[in-house]
């Protein structure tokens, strides 16, 4: 295939096979306050955003399994594109086990941990308002159900 032949795909094309598979996979979500020890005061930093997912059907039982591995993976593709540009944010690594969810079924859990911005402190509880704002839309947008937690708000 040429250069010139190669489509890349559109957002809405990813959005559309994001949503697919997140629907496929019963993916679902929860956000919670970030704190952090900053000058010995516990301070909100920022919020996590944890996805998770059932066992995969392809799952032989065993958490650390490839086909647990790809569906850690492909969360983490769905979380870091609902972040807006200059985000910064630490995805937290595959541990390969399972956690009991809803109904004690295991799942598979990513969390993001979305950090404000440390260079202005005095703007971060706005603009994390502003990302928790885009992130939450985004869900919507991919029709990840939330899971049944209180609401995250933002404060310190």
Do not use: N
């Not at 920022?46 to 490839?66: H, I, Y």
């Not at 983490?76 to 969810?101: C, K, M, N, W």
């Not at 049944?148 to 310190?156: A, D, K, L, Q």
């Amino acid at each position: 295939m040429s250069a010139e032949s190669a489509v890349l795909p559109t957002r809405t094309a990813l959005q559309d096979r994001l949503k697919t598979w997140a629907r496929a996979h019963r993916v679902r979500w929860e956000m919670t306050r970030h704190f952090e020890i900053v000058h010995d005061r516990k301070t909100q930093v920022g919020f996590d955003l944890t996805l998770s997912a059932p066992r995969p059907a392809g799952c032989d039982g065993d958490p650390g399994c490839l086909e647990c591995a790809r569906t850690h993976e492909e969360m983490g593709r769905i979380a870091v594109s609902l972040l807006p540009p200059g985000t910064q944010y630490d995805v937290e690594p595959f541990d390969g086990s399972f956690h009991l969810g809803d109904c004690d079924e295991p799942e598979l859990l990513l969390t993001v941990e979305i950090l404000a911005d440390a260079r202005e402190p005095e703007l971060a509880d706005c603009s994390g308002r502003r990302t928790l704002a885009l992130v939450e839309a985004g869900l919507r947008c991919l029709e990840i159900r939330q899971k049944s937690t209180p609401p995250v708000r933002s404060g310190r």
